[in-house]
């Protein structure tokens, strides 16, 4: 089956640190660059970094930058991201999602998304 | 950064009526324009890419339009399945913006 699965989410106080992880399956992992997109609690969606098939080339938004860090294992079929220096504002549902391209840069939208793990900052 | 903005916020309406939902940009993004559909508790789901190309497995019923700054995205008869919020995202630019979505409930 194709599928993303996310875990790691949790409660967490502002300023630590928390790592997610995204399980792919049933399809070929390394041929396709990698997003994180969060959605805060009755909001709309926000892209956060992405990372290339060869993790050569990576991105992330503004708000992040400085304190995420992507990154993937294709021997694993996984995909992380290290969240460090936690702020309220980063509360959300964490999903990892597949890009459309399969050329491995992407062409930053995307067609698989797994179901989300809920990162919730507060003290 | 490119702004998405979508209208009407919500949109009611029967099932089998047609329900025409609008995406706008600040500045044009050609035909780099997605639209996800999001049903309550779920991920989104690709529905159309490219402006007017359905993703694998979408319904007939489901098409979209337009370029440059103006979309649209067309339900032509509503399934009970379909109430749900539509967002559109564009990727002509990074970073890939999404709008605040259209909520398509039941009238």
């Known amino acids: 089956e194709v599928q993303l699965v996310e875990s790691g989410g949790g409660l967490v106080q502002p300023g630590r640190s928390l790592r997610l992880s995204c399980a792919a399956s049933g399809f070929t992992f390394d041929d396709y660059a990698m997003h994180w997109v969060r959605q805060a609690p009755g909001k709309g969606l926000e892209w956060v970094s992405r990372?290339?098939?060869?993790?050569?080339?990576?991105d992330y938004a503004d708000s992040v930058k400085g304190r995420f860090t992507i990154s993937r294992d294709n021997a694993k079929n996984s995909l992380y991201l290290q969240m460090n220096s936690l702020r309220a504002e980063d509360t959300a549902l964490y999903y990892c999602?597949?890009?459309?391209?399969?050329?491995?840069?992407?062409?930053?939208?995307?067609?698989?998304w797994g179901r989300g793990t809920l990162v919730t900052v507060s003290s | 950064e490119k702004v998405m903005t979508q209208s009407p916020a919500t949109l009611s309406v029967s099932p089998g009526e047609r329900a025409t939902l609008s995406c706008r940009a600040s500045q044009s993004v050609s035909s780099k324009l997605a639209w996800y559909q999001q049903k309550h508790g779920q991920a989104p789901r690709l529905l159309i890419y490219g402006a007017s190309t359905r993703a694998t497995g979408i319904p007939a019923r489901f098409s979209g339009s337009g370029s440059g700054t103006e979309f649209t995205l067309t339900i032509s008869s509503l399934q009970s399945e379909d109430f749900a919020v539509y967002y559109c995202q564009q990727y002509n630019n990074w970073p890939p913006t999404f709008g605040p979505g259209t909520k398509v409930d039941i009238k």
């Open positions: 990372i290339s098939w060869h993790s050569g080339s990576i």
């Open positions: 999602a597949k890009d459309h391209d399969s050329s491995g840069q992407g062409l930053w939208y995307f067609d698989l």
